[in-house]
């Protein structure tokens, strides 16, 4: 019998796989780590029941018929096999009149066509013989559920109807009914009404408060859970949750006796339900013992399951065996959690002790949206009587809301033939109604903690609902070997037979120098190989050896193999396969196997390229993979055959891999090294107590590292310090080995000789380095070494710093607490600043037209380092000039800052009081202004705090004044004068520093020119008087020069004369011959040339 309730379900996924796979093992987080991504592996992919294609029945003569609520499977004589299931609340053909008596169907599993099975077509009363007693019976069948409990063993079947009730004149009592059948005919039924006997339906007892009325059998509800123990004589168990009003107890059919639960404790506690599930087993150390285990799932509330050792004669529900109740391990029981619902008893660690999974599948998890999630409890058996071990890993499933996980469990077998037992788990009410079912397999801790596969009725098939409430034993439905089970969908009307595909059990054994190397490597005994690049290195050979261990439908498979060197310390590449004369961290093979014969892969070389670690162990890692097969002949085997994924024996191991570690051979009694290290470190700060800090500084760490015991193998130093320190170098000062140190941060990557001595340090900050150092691999002599590590300080503001060594050794270390020790130092620190002002404009000359002038003081603080300036306060005072409320010489504004970042200048104005009447006075007085600054009366003040001015940067402070033209005497006097302010820098917070002064003062001038005054006006007869003057002047002057020749044109009156002689010429030749004529004129042209000369 199941809890049945109709519920609306909200989804509710909650991602907790990892933290469920963790819990599992709480207590030894180490392992679970490495664990954990083995699980990944075998929860990813379904592994060997299939999913797909799977057989699904339906059946019911109505929708809600709950044809699936429960499920068994049966082989007959012949080659058929069946799938019964009961559907309790559907209607029977046979029995027109009744309503909802429930049916039990059997259905054929090659055809997937169901039938009804007359079970008991009588309606009418009768006297009937039953266990021995005489019996009158006057049945009620409406509604009985027929088929609310179901089992099968040895050929014979037992089905009850739990709901069945006795009517006995106006009363009617719900004995509950069960009919036992050889299932191979299955024609005639055999009547179990076992709590309808006279007198027995209710009884009066008298208790402290009188006589009172209870039901002893009345509503005794036989059947509602039925278990055949499979001994020799057939014992069956059928549970009885309600009888002595509720309280509960169970029938034990052995053969033709029945034995009765008792309860003679009064007043009865009523409503513990016990017998609402029931198992068997052999759980303790009397093997020929079996016991009773009756689940009460509401017994204080909380649920319990009582044990009974099976005598055959009394028992007394008040004085069980043992009892169990969830809480075993310290954790409280949970109200309505209904632990003790479901039980199933298996041997899953292959200890010969049966164990025994309880479900609570009401369970809730305390988070605020958990609901029915539901748990599964294994208490493993033992060989001392009456103790079992609750194992620490309780099963959840994958926790989901209202999933019920826990409903319905069943022992599969060993389905994927790794020796070990394998459970079944529903989840009827997960993925919104749908239903899950889980698979877990069985190892030597117990059953495993996470489940190997996670089959939804989704994934079956659509449509499917309620899958996951009921299981059949199991049993190998198609002749391969492998155990399948019929899994009940009761709220779709389905049947789902899930069948196991068959599963190869494979044999690996990684076998080195032909099983030569078995533990230990002796590198001076291996051979050496030489490359093409004429390197030498030892090497030794590599094979793996398989062997198909149990297939009984496999007659040959392939394999593709890889295999993997040193895999623990891969990143340093220790070793290397050398195939076809190409060197690789991987080597590659197929393999063909038949059964029971062994195959090797081919021999490959593997060389030794380092010997820097010695210590860790060489892991090496095989993994295969079935690419294909031939099968032995039959039209049955249609599955595909898979390899196993789960081993018990080996399941801590990653699935499908074969694993050798090996170790070096050392100079060390039993291979086994103890050392003692001592270390001593001390700073050279050239006889100083301080570190002073500047560009130039170096920091020198003398280290002494000695040893006492066996040889120091792996050596190395950890040096941690501030990240303001860089790394420089390492020089040895004495010792017989070397030394080489790595510079380490987040981003670095090691190769070569050093890399295999850089380890994983914990506790690193994030403003720390690490460098680490090896010196002797091994180091033999107990005087060790001395070197010195040197470090170059960066200039910041830290002033403390503090360095970590920890020597270590992969040996054994004896006495730790000499291995570490760490230096303090305080360091100094240097700062040079400047501090400059400018006026912009430096002058200014005021001119007409304009009223106002601005002029910038700016004041440069600058740190030229190397290290950051500490705090500085900068005080700025300035003039200002004001009459009668008004102002003539103010500051525009608050003082204008720039700072670079990561530093602040914060200004703020001091509290002052002027004297303008000072001012005035003295404009207007005797005495000329000359310079406005604070030496003629008291200034106005700023007050500026600077922080954390960087190396090689400054803080700027600028002042701007407003002027105006009429700044009295400016107009009236018309003399030059300065506008002057002044700046002061103290230099405070100087600890651990060193400065070239405490205190800047400097000054900003500009000079002020005014306009000259304006000119007097010109008397009009000065001009007259001006004219006159002029015009006589040059009157006089042309008149000399007229006397003096000077308007006479001597050269123009030589001109005209030689013009006229010319003319005179030409006249004169026109009267002379032509020849004598040229005669003449040239004779007397020479002759006036001559003349003119």
């Known amino acids: 019998m199941h809890i049945i309730l109709q519920t609306s379900s909200v989804s509710y996924t909650k991602n907790t796989e990892a933290?469920?796979?963790?819990?599992?093992?709480?207590?030894?987080?180490?392992?679970?780590?490495?664990?954990?991504?083995?699980?990944?592996?075998?929860?990813?992919?379904?592994?060997?029941?299939?999913?797909?294609?799977?057989?699904?029945?339906?059946?019911?003569?109505?929708?809600?018929?709950?044809?699936?609520?429960?499920?068994?499977?049966?082989?007959?004589?012949?080659?058929?096999?069946?799938?019964?299931?009961?559907?309790?609340?559907?209607?029977?053909?046979?029995?027109?009149?009744?309503?909802?008596?429930?049916v039990l169907y059997k259905c054929k599993i090659n055809a997937t066509s169901c039938q009804a099975i007359v079970v008991d077509a009588n309606t009418l009363p009768e006297n009937i013989t039953s266990a021995g007693k005489q019996r009158?019976?006057?049945?009620?069948?409406?509604?009985?559920?027929?088929?609310?409990?179901?089992?099968?063993?040895?050929?014979?079947?037992?089905?009850?109807?739990?709901?069945?009730?006795?009517?006995?004149?106006?009363?009617?009592?719900?004995?509950?009914?069960?009919?036992?059948?050889?299932?191979?005919?299955?024609?005639?039924?055999?009547?179990?009404?076992?709590?309808?006997?006279?007198?027995?339906?209710?009884?009066?007892?008298?208790?402290?408060?009188?006589?009172?009325?209870?039901?002893?059998?009345?509503?005794?509800?036989?059947?509602?859970?039925?278990?055949?123990?499979?001994?020799?004589?057939?014992?069956?168990l059928i549970g009885t949750p309600g009888v002595q009003s509720s309280t509960g107890g169970f029938v034990h059919m052995k053969g033709n006796k029945t034995f009765y639960s008792e309860n003679d404790r009064l007043p009865y506690n009523t409503s513990e339900l016990i017998g609402y599930a029931i198992s068997s087993g052999k759980y303790f150390g009397e093997m020929s013992s079996v016991f009773i285990a009756a689940g009460g799932p509401r017994l204080d509330l909380t649920g319990k399951v009582l044990f009974f050792k099976m005598n055959g004669t009394h028992y007394d529900v008040n004085q069980p065996f043992l009892t169990l109740d969830g809480d075993e391990n310290g954790n409280m029981s949970q109200p309505g959690a209904y632990f003790g619902s479901a039980l199933a008893s298996a041997d899953v660690n292959k200890d010969s002790f049966d164990d025994l999974l309880v479900g609570a599948p009401m369970y809730a998890s305390k988070n605020a949206f958990s609901v029915e999630e539901g748990r599964v409890f294994v208490y493993l058996g033992s060989s001392v009587l009456g103790q079992f071990q609750l194992q620490k890993s309780v099963l959840n499933g994958s926790d989901r809301f209202r999933a019920r996980f826990g409903t319905a469990i069943a022992n599969l077998g060993d389905i994927n033939m790794d020796g070990y037992n394998d459970i079944a788990i529903g989840a009827p009410y997960e993925d919104e109604g749908v239903g899950v079912v889980y698979i877990y397999n069985g190892y030597t801790g117990g059953l495993w903690c996470q489940f190997t596969q996670r089959i939804s009725g989704k994934a079956v098939q659509s449509g499917l609902m309620g899958f996951g409430i009921s299981f059949s034993r199991a049993m190998d439905t198609n002749d391969d070997k492998a155990n399948d089970v019929a899994v009940g969908a009761f709220l779709?009307?389905?049947?789902?037979?899930?069948?196991?595909?068959?599963?190869?059990?494979?044999?690996?054994?990684?076998?080195?120098?032909?099983?030569?190397?078995?533990?230990?490597?002796?590198?001076?005994?291996?051979?050496?190989?030489?490359?093409?690049?004429?390197?030498?290195?030892?090497?030794?050979?590599?094979?793996?050896?398989?062997?198909?261990?149990?297939?009984?439908?496999?007659?040959?498979?392939?394999?593709?193999?890889?295999?993997?060197?040193?895999?623990?310390?891969?990143?340093?590449q220790r070793f290397s396969f050398l195939q076809n004369n190409k060197e690789s961290s991987e080597a590659s093979f197929s393999l063909s196997l038949e059964q029971d014969r062994p195959v090797r892969t081919p021999?490959?070389?593997?060389?030794?390229?380092?010997?820097?670690?010695?210590?860790?162990?060489?892991?090496?890692?095989?993994?295969?993979?079935?690419?294909?097969?031939?099968?032995?002949?039959?039209?049955?085997?249609?599955?595909?055959?898979?390899?196993?994924?789960?081993?018990?024996?080996?399941?801590?191991?990653?699935?499908?891999?074969?694993?050798?570690?090996?170790?070096?051979?050392?100079?060390?009694?039993?291979?086994?090294?103890?050392?003692?290290?001592?270390?001593?470190?001390?700073?050279?700060?050239?006889?100083?107590?301080?570190?002073?800090?500047?560009?130039?500084?170096?920091?020198?760490?003398?280290?002494?590292?000695?040893?006492?015991?066996?040889?120091?193998?792996?050596?190395?130093?950890?040096?941690?310090?501030?990240?303001?320190?860089?790394?420089?170098?390492?020089?040895?000062?004495?010792?017989?080995?070397?030394?080489?140190?790595?510079?380490?941060?987040?981003d670095t990557k090691t190769n070569g000789e050093d890399a295999s001595i850089v380890q994983s340090t914990?506790?690193?900050?994030?403003?720390?380095?690490?460098?680490?150092?090896?010196?002797?691999?091994?180091?033999?002599?107990?005087?060790?070494?001395?070197?010195?590590?040197?470090?170059?300080?960066?200039?910041?503001?830290?002033?403390?710093?503090?360095?970590?060594?920890?020597?270590?050794?992969?040996?054994?270390?004896?006495?730790?607490?000499?291995?570490?020790?760490?230096?303090?130092?305080?360091?100094?620190?240097?700062?040079?600043?400047?501090?400059?002002?400018?006026?912009?404009?430096?002058?200014?000359?005021?001119?007409?037209?304009?009223?106002?002038?601005?002029?910038?003081?700016?004041?440069?603080?600058?740190?030229?380092?190397?290290?950051?300036?500490?705090?500085?306060?900068?005080?700025?005072?300035?003039?200002?000039?004001?009459?009668?409320?008004?102002?003539?010489?103010?500051?525009?504004?608050?003082?204008?800052?720039?700072?670079?970042?990561?530093?602040?200048?914060?200004?703020?104005?001091?509290?002052?009081?002027?004297?303008?009447?000072?001012?005035?006075?003295?404009?207007?007085?005797?005495?000329?202004?000359?310079?406005?600054?604070?030496?003629?009366?008291?200034?106005?003040?700023?007050?500026?705090?600077?922080?954390?001015?960087?190396?090689?940067?400054?803080?700027?402070?600028?002042?701007?004044?407003?002027?105006?033209?009429?700044?009295?005497?400016?107009?009236?006097?018309?003399?030059?004068?300065?506008i002057t302010s002044t700046a002061t820098v103290n230099i405070e917070n100087l600890t651990n520093m060193v400065v070239n002064t405490l205190q800047h003062v400097t000054e900003i001038r500009t000079r002020i020119i005014p306009m000259s005054p304006p000119p007097e006006p010109v008397a009009w007869w000065i001009i007259f008087v001006s004219v006159l003057g002029g015009i006589l002047l040059i009157v006089i002057l042309v008149l000399v020069l007229w006397k003096c020749g000077f308007f006479k044109r001597k050269k123009k009156e030589e001109m005209e004369k030689r013009k006229s002689d010319e003319a005179k010429i030409l006249v004169k030749s026109d009267e002379i011959t032509n020849q004598e004529n040229k005669d003449k004129i040239e004779a007397v042209m020479t002759e006036k040339e001559t003349k003119d000369e």
């Not at 006492?708 to 390492?730: C, E, H, M, Q, R």
């Not at 992969?810 to 570490?820: A, F, L, V």
């Not at 303090?824 to 037209?849: C, D, Y």
């Open 19 to 102: 933290m469920q796979f963790f819990n599992c093992f709480h207590q030894r987080p180490q392992l679970a780590v490495f664990l954990y991504y083995i699980c990944l592996i075998t929860t990813s992919d379904a592994f060997n029941i299939m999913e797909k294609d799977a057989p699904v029945f339906k059946g019911g003569n109505l929708r809600d018929s709950y044809f699936g609520y429960t499920v068994a499977i049966h082989s007959d004589a012949g080659s058929d096999k069946w799938i019964y299931v009961g559907a309790p609340r559907d209607n029977d053909t046979g029995l027109q009149s009744i309503d909802r008596p429930g």
């Open 136 to 236: 009158f019976l006057n049945p009620g069948k409406n509604g009985q559920w027929l088929g609310g409990a179901l089992d099968i063993d040895k050929g014979n079947i037992f089905v009850c109807a739990h709901r069945w009730y006795n009517q006995m004149l106006n009363n009617y009592f719900q004995n509950g009914m069960c009919y036992e059948s050889d299932a191979s005919k299955g024609t005639k039924w055999e009547k179990f009404p076992l709590l309808t006997l006279e007198g027995r339906d209710f009884e009066n007892k008298t208790t402290s408060h009188g006589s009172v009325l209870y039901y002893a059998w009345g509503f005794g509800s036989l059947g509602i859970a039925v278990h055949f123990v499979g001994t020799d004589y057939g014992d069956v």
């Open 492 to 572: 779709s009307g389905n049947v789902v037979l899930l069948q196991s595909r068959p599963v190869i059990q494979l044999q690996g054994e990684i076998m080195l120098n032909n099983g030569g190397i078995s533990t230990v490597l002796n590198l001076p005994s291996l051979q050496n190989y030489t490359l093409s690049t004429n390197r030498t290195y030892p090497y030794f050979v590599f094979e793996i050896k398989f062997k198909v261990l149990r297939s009984d439908v496999i007659q040959t498979i392939v394999l593709n193999v890889t295999a993997r060197l040193d895999t623990l310390k891969e990143r340093y």
């Open 603 to 746: 021999p490959v070389e593997v060389l030794v390229k380092s010997t820097s670690d010695l210590v860790n162990p060489i892991m090496f890692e095989t993994k295969y993979e079935l690419v294909g097969f031939t099968l032995f002949n039959s039209p049955q085997r249609t599955l595909q055959p898979l390899l196993n994924l789960f081993d018990g024996s080996q399941a801590i191991l990653p699935i499908k891999t074969i694993t050798k570690k090996i170790e070096f051979q050392k100079d060390c009694p039993n291979n086994y090294c103890k050392t003692d290290l001592h270390l001593a470190v001390k700073a050279d700060l050239n006889n100083d107590t301080e570190l002073f800090i500047d560009e130039l500084t170096f920091l020198k760490l003398n280290v002494s590292i000695t040893k006492t015991g066996d040889p120091a193998y792996g050596t190395s130093l950890t040096i941690i310090f501030p990240k303001s320190f860089k790394y420089k170098n390492v020089a040895k000062i004495e010792g017989d080995t070397d030394v080489h140190c790595n510079f380490k941060t987040e």
């Open 762 to 978: 914990n506790n690193i900050a994030i403003n720390e380095t690490v460098v680490i150092c090896s010196y002797g691999n091994p180091m033999r002599k107990d005087g060790g070494v001395k070197f010195q590590v040197v470090l170059v300080p960066s200039i910041n503001n830290e002033t403390n710093f503090t360095f970590y060594f920890i020597a270590s050794t992969q040996s054994n270390e004896t006495i730790i607490s000499d291995n570490s020790d760490n230096i303090t130092l305080s360091g100094k620190r240097k700062v040079f600043t400047a501090f400059h002002g400018l006026s912009r404009p430096e002058s200014v000359s005021m001119r007409a037209g304009r009223n106002t002038y601005e002029v910038k003081h700016i004041f440069d603080l600058l740190n030229q380092g190397p290290s950051s300036m500490p705090d500085a306060i900068m005080y700025l005072k300035y003039p200002y000039v004001a009459l009668n409320g008004k102002a003539y010489l103010r500051l525009l504004g608050k003082p204008n800052v720039n700072s670079p970042t990561g530093s602040s200048v914060n200004c703020q104005e001091m509290n002052t009081t002027l004297s303008i009447t000072t001012v005035k006075d003295q404009i207007h007085g005797s005495i000329d202004v000359k310079s406005l600054d604070c030496t003629i009366d008291n200034c106005s003040v700023y007050k500026c705090v600077i922080k954390h001015i960087p190396p090689r940067t400054s803080a700027v402070v600028a002042l701007t004044f407003e002027m105006t033209i009429e700044l009295p005497n400016v107009r009236s006097q018309g003399n030059s004068f300065n």
